[in-house]
């Protein structure tokens, strides 16, 4: 892949919204140019300076009124139709449920990794890193971990900040992130203990999904619903 | 030295610093979005600001994906050069 190439691409590879085949091909060729990484890092710093005026700015009347057309699109749907989007809601989730069970292993310290997300969440215990700066957030873990800390960038999340934790006996990240529009939280345990298999599981009546990035797995963790938590983490680079 | 910030031709380029970006203040990224045309702002906005993935910002615009996709690509390059810009202006009055 050439810089020209590239160049077309940075930017949807900023947002996560490139196939994973062209993902691939600019993971590569960032590896080998300074230029264009460099330029990665440019477009990264600006979406994240945006996602900090949050609150500053609105949306103009025009858009907002569209993305409220948008949200309430429909009437409300007659009592047979909820019925019957209710019994598939529930059939699918029953599946969805057993599927995820089925398939993924359990977490060693699944019920402790719950347990330390609820003690920890912002509202029950100030974090101890507030920042939307990931370096900064680097900077905080720097030598308290056993492993050089990292902070996933998630593109449709905004970083909300950290504290340390202990998990099965070893220091962990645990990181704050505030999803889109929805501003809902969820939350990624970084931390260098060897799991298995990665994918969905619940603990407590929550869901834990994972991924491996080298020798580190994070673990999400959130009040977004599942299948947008399984997003979050594919989406999530390091 | 002019700075091609509207090329449509040419690949979007993010050509100020990261180190330049992180100590903008507000106001300027805000000055620099606010010359942006209205389409790529609205683009640009929905997608870094409020979090919507690019098929929900073109159902909300009503434009192809691929109209949305190259707005963001065109704004970010926009902006990230009028912010080179006001850099290298505030450094050449400090140097004054």
């Known amino acids: ?238 | 030295m002019s700075l091609a910030v509207d090329s449509e031709t040419s690949p979007p380029a993010f050509i100020v610093p990261a180190e330049v970006v992180e100590r903008l203040t507000a106001r300027e990224l805000e000055a620099a979005l606010g010359r942006l045309p209205e389409d790529q702002r609205e683009a640009l906005l929905l997608c870094d600001l409020w979090g919507f993935r690019y098929a929900e910002i073109a159902e909300i615009v009503g434009s192809p994906i691929g109209t949305v996709r190259s707005r963001i690509a065109r704004a970010r390059s926009r902006v990230s050069a009028l912010l080179g810009k006001t850099a290298r202006e505030t450094e050449d009055r400090s140097k004054r």
């Not at chain 1, 264009?36 to 477009?43: G, H, M, N």
């Open chain 1, 1 to 238: 892949m050439t810089c020209q190439q590239a160049a077309e691409l940075l930017s949807p590879y900023v947002d996560g919204e490139l196939a994973p085949a062209d993902r691939t091909e600019v993971d590569a060729h960032l590896a080998e140019c300074a230029s264009c990484l460099a330029q990665v890092e440019s477009a990264r710093c600006l979406k994240h300076a945006i996602a900090r005026l949050a609150g500053s700015e609105e949306p103009p009347g025009a858009v907002r009124a569209r993305i409220e057309a948008l949200r309430f699109p429909r009437p409300a749907p007659s009592y047979r139709h909820r019925l019957l989007a209710l019994t598939l809601a529930v059939v699918l989730l029953t599946f969805a449920v057993y599927a995820i069970r089925r398939q993924t292993p359990a977490l060693p310290f699944g019920d402790e990794l719950i347990s330390d997300y609820l003690h920890s969440l912002p509202e029950v215990r100030p974090v101890e890193v507030a920042s939307s700066d990931p370096r900064e957030v680097i900077r905080f873990f720097s030598g308290k971990t056993p492993f050089a800390p990292v902070v996933p960038d998630v593109p449709s999340a905004r970083l909300l900040g950290g504290r340390l934790c202990t998990v099965a006996g070893r220091r962990v990240e645990l990181l704050f992130y505030s999803h889109g529009l929805s501003r809902q939280n969820f939350s990624f345990f970084v931390c260098d203990h060897s799991i298995e298999d990665t994918g969905c599981r619940e603990y407590r009546g929550r869901l834990v999904c994972s991924r491996r990035f080298g020798k580190l797995t994070v673990l999400a963790v959130g009040e977004v619903p599942g299948h947008i938590l399984e997003q979050i983490l594919r989406e999530a680079t390091l």
